[in-house]
Structure formats: C-alpha cells, structure tokens
C-alpha cells in the first residue's frame, strides 16, 4: 500500500501542527516495514512555507520518497483547487492520503482520505485568530465533515467537539490518537547561551505562541499579583514566537512594570525548549482553549511541575499529575502560583507525577495505531458509499420520545425516582446509585462464576452515563451507546473519566458503529424494554456479535404483562407517560425467544432471573450470557 502524507509544515518553525506530523512520520518510518510514503512539502492552497521544499522533514528510507511540491503559492494554489485528471497521478497514485495541515484536498477517485483534526478553536473563540486563518480553518474542517473517509483527532475532546458539530459524520469513522513527547531527560543538560540569565529551577516557564488563546495578558496579570505580594519572585520566560492579534504584547508587559522580570525568548531552538523544560521552577500553561495541549505534556516529561487550564482537553493530558486552574480568573492562576511558590504544594512530589502521567504517552503507539487505520481505511468503502444511517420507523418514534425527555428532565428520564421530577437529581447522587448498581451487578456475576475480564465493556442505552460511569472505574475502556443526540451531549457533559469512557450516537437499528469481538462485557439495563421485539431480539444479536468469545452480556427484557390479555400488536404492548408528556412504548419478548436467539448466535445463557426495571405491571428478567468460543462451545480461559 502506497500513502500519501502531508509534511508541509514540518519546516524549520514547527508549531503544534507541524510536530505532530514530523513526530508521527519519523516514527511510521520506524515501525512500518510494509507500507510505501510519498511525502508532500507542500500541500493545500492556504498554508505556504517558501522554505517548505527544502526544510521539511526527510525520511532516508527505501519506502519514503519526497512526493509533488511547488516554488511558488500560486502555483499550489492552481493544483489543489482544481484537480485534473492526472491529479492522483501527480500525487504519485497514493491508496491513502493523509492530510496535516487543517487543508482538505477534494477530487480523490481512488485513495482514500485521512484527516488530521486538532482543534475547532476558529469557531469556538473566532476573536482570537484573523479572518483569513479562521476561513482556510473552517473551510478545511468542514470539507472534512463531507469528504474524510476516516478523521485522526488528537484528543478526546476534539473528537467530541468535532461530532456535535458535524452530527451527520459516521461517528465510527474518527479516533484518537494521542500526540506525545519528542523530549527524553538528559542528566547533564548544558545551558544554552541564549539563556545565561536563567538560574535552574529559579525561574517560571511558560511556551506558546504570543497570541489571544494562549492567555499570557491574564498569565502576566498573576504574575504581577505575586510579585507585589510575596516581594522578590523568579523571573518568567515566555518562549515562542508572535502571532496573530498581539502587537502591543510588549506594552502590556510595561503597563505592569513588568520589563525586568518577564523575558521574551522567541522561538527557541529544541536545545534550548529541552534546557528551560528541565530546570523550570514550573510550567504555566493557563490557555483559553487547546485540542491537545503538546506543551504541557513536553514540560511533564522532563520533570516540570504544571499549572494548566481546567478546559477543554488539557485535563484529559494532565490527569491527576498537576494543578489545574480557571483560565479565566487571575484569582485562580494567581492561588496556584503562590501555593507552588510558598511550598503549601509539594513541588518534588509534583515533579514525580508529571513523569510518571507523561510516561502513558507514546509515539510508537499512535504510529501502530495510524499504520493499522490505513490498513483499515484502505480496505473500507469511501465516505459517499456508505449505505444511509436511518432508524426504521418504529424506532425513530422510540428515539424522538426519548429526546423530549433528554432535553427537558435528563437524569429523570433515566432513574424515574418521583422526589426527583423537575431536573431534581442532583449528579453526584445520581452517579452514586449507577456505582451502588454497578458493584452490585459485579459481585451477582462473581458469585455465579461469569466475572468478566476488564478491558473494554458496553453500556448500551447509555442515556446520560450513570452506568458508563460505574462501570470506568472497573474497566480499562467503555463505551457508551444512545439513540438520542441531547442524552449523549448530556452525558458527554458529565463525564468524569474521559479518557476511559466515550459516549456515542448509534442512528442504526444494530451496532454497526462496532466490529465482531470488539467487547469484554456488554450491559444494557431498562432500555430493551423501549425497544419493539422485532428490534430488541435484532439488538442482543448484536450483543453477541460485539462480544469477545468469552465475554459477558448482562441485559434485562421484559417477557410479558404480569395478568394481562395477550395483546394485538406484538411489538407495541404498552406505553409510559401521561396525555401531556412523550410517550415511551414498552414491549416485552418472551424468555423462550431471548433463549433461542442467544443459542443461535453462539451465546450460552447463563442466568436468568426476575427483576422490577419493568415495574409492577410486567414480568421482566436480567439475562447473563457468555459468549462461546465456535471451535470449542465453550468459554475460553480468560
């Protein structure tokens, strides 16, 4: 397989853009002995490095050779705007091409496209870019929205970001796949002599580009906080070079009488970002908005103790290991500065927990990782060929009722308590009864032999992630299934633990979002029961096919009205709500069936016993199932 990959910003002033794909094509060189690259120094028609040609990253390998570029950007312009016929053949007749630089190329025949999403920062906060950036920005996400037959985000919460606002993108289609540090600790690091004034561990640290997002005009005003009220403090040395929107930068730094104590390096060699990173007293990061935040993590692996944002995706990168602030209040920058600083914080213990949490990130893995998507990629078919993603209609007046219900009373729509109507829950109770629920379930499994292995589970019928929730505390990895757009955001929106626990929108009546064996326990409680019988014994065949041999499936169905005359409809036995309120239909499926279904999809029923999900009014079960190993029918070892 021959990729194309986009290097143009790999030259001699990478920023965060161009150090992903530097980093991720060097370590694909490494690790790919199978694959062929043709490398574009140029690529797109905004971005221009008149450089680019000869500065950008080389690969002296057998399987990587430079690919197509132009001297000049009108040129570039004229071949990426209107591709000819000839187009993937001057492109070198890639399988895959995958674009870096926000830029997404159209009049792809053949190869597939693979794009690159770092941030939505452009619409999030238009006011800190130009006009002209913020245009190419939305220009390319977008295109990518219609055209991206698979997206790498770099975050979890770029990829959330991402698909609320393209909610027509197939969310199965966009991954993660974290950035990490080119930085290892040298124990004899010479000062460089660009930084003689800097005394180790003697001076704050903070690198970015000057521009809006970054915060460094609330950063200063902190700063100057401290020093008026702890007297004599350490210099601060911002380092990276001036963007957009910050001419009077230098001004501001004077209005505060800040001119002696606040050093403005510009951009610094990567000699000099290792020296400052490694004997920074700490690394202040209190950005406005990141998709992913390289900095912090560059600075945790060489031992900084950090102060970032407690937004967007900087407490996913920095975990437990730092101390995270309000970026929008002095307040809280200054509290944290000056706790550091007086010792309330033990820095050493700091230190310790920023190499450690930096040591989860990997290069090498995002490489394997983006190796096996182009593997993927190649052998599925393009964006525009996928069959259409629509409920069938019995399923989308289930998922319209739902939504109601999600927008108005969220967490009551899901644990019907009466004491809590009217947006009463409050979230800590309620994720408490999903833990209380899920130990719970936990020791019923241990204590009928069926424990589950802890490595990826579903939550089918997520709704606002109670169970999710729980179940992340257990699991390496969880995922969280819901038909109704509110009920995710809702659930995204709480979520404590985002790097174990994703939240997703299934618009199909099966799981198609999963592959075969993806699961190692499957859990779907009081959502079944919404769900026509035609469609819920379609879903637990699903729960089979999703499932790892060997894994459980726990999931709870009505059988039948307790008392009741059999009813006309089947699939339409009874309905909750009152006149003024949506109506949720509840059906049942009898044991007989669900036994059946179970067999015949290579499931072995374990246990089954009665429960009230269902209410008084119905005869309702929890089913725990294992899935069999073919070859054997039985459970394999874990």
Known sequence: ????????????????????????????????????????????????????????????????????????????????????????????????????????????????????????????????????????????????????????????????????????????????????????????????????????????????????????????????????????????????????????????????????????????????????????????????????????????????????????????????????????????????????ATGQINREVLREQSVARAGEFSWRSAAEQVRDLYVQVAAQPRLGELPPERLPSSLRGVASSWESYAKGDPLWAVLTWPDKKGNKWNPEDFFAVGRRDVEALLAYLQSIGASPRLGRALDFGSGAGRLSQALAAHFAEVHGVDISPSMVRTAVKLNRYPRRCQFHLNKTEDLRLFPDNTFDFILSLITLQHVPRKYALQYIAEFVRTTAPGGIIVFQVPDSQRDAPPVSDPDCDDDIGGAKEPVMIMSGVPHGEVAQTLTRCGARLVDSVEDQCAGPKWLSYRYCAVKLDRDQGTRPAP
């Not at 130009?130 to 920005?137: D, F, L, V």
């Not at 704050?204 to 915060?215: H, M, Q």
């Not at 460094?216 to 070079?241: C, D, S």
Request: proline share 6%.
């Open 1 to 340: 397989m021959r990729v194309g990959f986009d290097i143009s910003q790999t030259g001699q002033a990478k920023a965060g853009c161009g150090w992903f794909a530097d980093s991720l094509i060097h370590h694909l060189a490494e690790i790919d002995t199978q694959n062929e690259y043709v490398l574009y120094p140029t690529f797109g028609d905004v971005y221009w490095d008149a450089e680019g040609p000869a500065a950008t990253a080389r690969i002296d390998e057998p399987k990587f050779r430079r690919g197509l570029s132009h001297p000049a950007l009108a040129e570039a312009q004229q071949f990426w705007r209107n591709p000819g016929d000839d187009f993937e053949a001057r492109l070198g007749a890639p399988d895959v091409v995958h674009a870096n630089n926000f830029f997404c190329p159209h009049g792809l025949r053949r190869a597939r496209l693979v794009y690159t999403l770092y941030d939505l920062i452009f619409l999030e906060h238009p006011e800190s870019t130009t006009e002209a950036n913020r245009h190419g920005c939305f220009t390319g996400v977008f295109n990518a929205s219609l055209r991206a037959d698979f997206i790498v985000a770099i975050s979890h919460y770029s990829r959330r970001h991402f698909l609320d606002t393209f909610p027509h993108y197939p969310a199965d289609r966009i991954a993660v796949a974290y950035l990490a540090s080119r930085f290892h600790r040298k124990p004899h690091c010479a000062r460089p002599g660009k930084l003689a004034r800097l005394q180790p561990g003697r001076f704050w640290l903070s690198v970015g580009t000057i521009e809006p997002r970054k915060n460094h005009r609330r950063l200063l005003q902190a700063y100057a906080r401290l020093k008026a009220q702890g007297g004599e403090t350490f210099p601060l040395a911002l380092a990276g070079g001036k963007g957009w929107l910050m001419e009077d930068f230098e001004d501001f730094v004077d209005k505060l009488g800040l001119r002696e104590d606040v050093m403005l390096l510009g951009y610094v060699e990567e000699a000099e970002l290792q020296w400052l990173y490694q004997n920074c007293f700490a690394f202040l990061y209190p950005s406005l908005f990141e998709g992913f935040g390289l900095p912090v993590l560059e600075a945790m692996t060489l031992g900084a103790p950090v102060i970032a944002s407690n937004t967007t995706s900087l407490p996913e990168i920095v975990g437990q290991a730092g101390l995270l602030v309000d970026p929008m209040t002095e307040e809280s920058i200054f509290n944290a500065m000056h706790r550091l």
